[in-house]
């Protein structure tokens, strides 16, 4: 009984699915949005830098799937 609670429940279940699933998403949200804060020094051109990237990226991501592309 042991063994097969430390094999599939805390190998699988509490470790490679909560780092997949919504655990894993959160982490990854959370240390995306402190480093880009880190990175961000507050400058007017740097916000706007960082505007203009994301949204070249968000149209380009799009205009992709609209012209069958992929």
Not at 5 to 17: A, E, N, V
Not at 23 to 43: A, H, L
Request: hydrophobic share 45%.
């Amino acid at each position: 009984m042991n063994f097969g609670y430390l094999t599939t429940f805390q190998s699988l279940d509490k470790g490679l699915i909560e780092r997949i699933g919504p655990t894993g998403f959160t982490v990854s949200t959370f240390s995306f949005s402190f480093n880009y804060t880190n990175v961000n020094s507050g400058i007017l051109y740097h916000a706007a830098f960082s505007f203009v990237i994301f949204a070249i990226l968000f149209t380009i991501f799009f205009s992709f799937g609209t012209f069958d592309s992929l």
